[in-house]
């Protein structure tokens, strides 16, 4: 079984940064791509940032040039490095793994962090 364990959320103040991590754990080949998803208050879930096992990155057009996402294959965690937060960003947090089992891929999610971007 494979567990994901997401941390680094918190409240910051507009224009300031947080560091979110998701690593995994569990028995498996490899890990696929991973991403990053949100979900603000009272809408749908929404795609942040995607980085393939290559390494390729994708973001949304509303934080660019303010996340990164990066992955540390060899510790099998995920980050997403958010800077110049703001209030739109508050949202729970999500990070998602696809994950090859050698037979098949599965798709893993995280708990869920709470980022609250307020003054």
């Known amino acids: 079984q494979v567990q994901l364990v997401e941390s680094g959320g918190g409240l910051v103040q507009p224009g300031g940064s947080l560091r979110l991590s998701c690593a995994a754990s569990?028995?498996?080949?490899?890990?696929?791509?991973m991403g990053w998803f949100r979900r603000a208050p009272g809408k749908q879930r929404d795609l942040v940032a995607t980085?393939?096992?290559?390494?390729?990155?994708t973001y949304a057009d509303s934080v660019k040039g303010r996340f990164t996402i990066s992955r540390d294959n060899a510790k099998n965690t995920l980050y997403l490095e958010m800077n110049s937060l703001k209030p739109e960003d508050t949202a729970v947090y999500y990070c998602?793994?696809?994950?090859?089992?050698?037979?098949?891929?599965?798709?893993?999610w995280g708990q869920g962090t709470q980022v609250t971007v307020s003054s």
């Open positions: 980085v393939t096992s290559g390494g390729t990155t």
């Open positions: 998602k793994q696809t994950i090859w089992s050698g037979v098949h891929k599965y798709d893993y």
């Open positions: 569990g028995s498996f080949f490899s890990i696929l791509a």
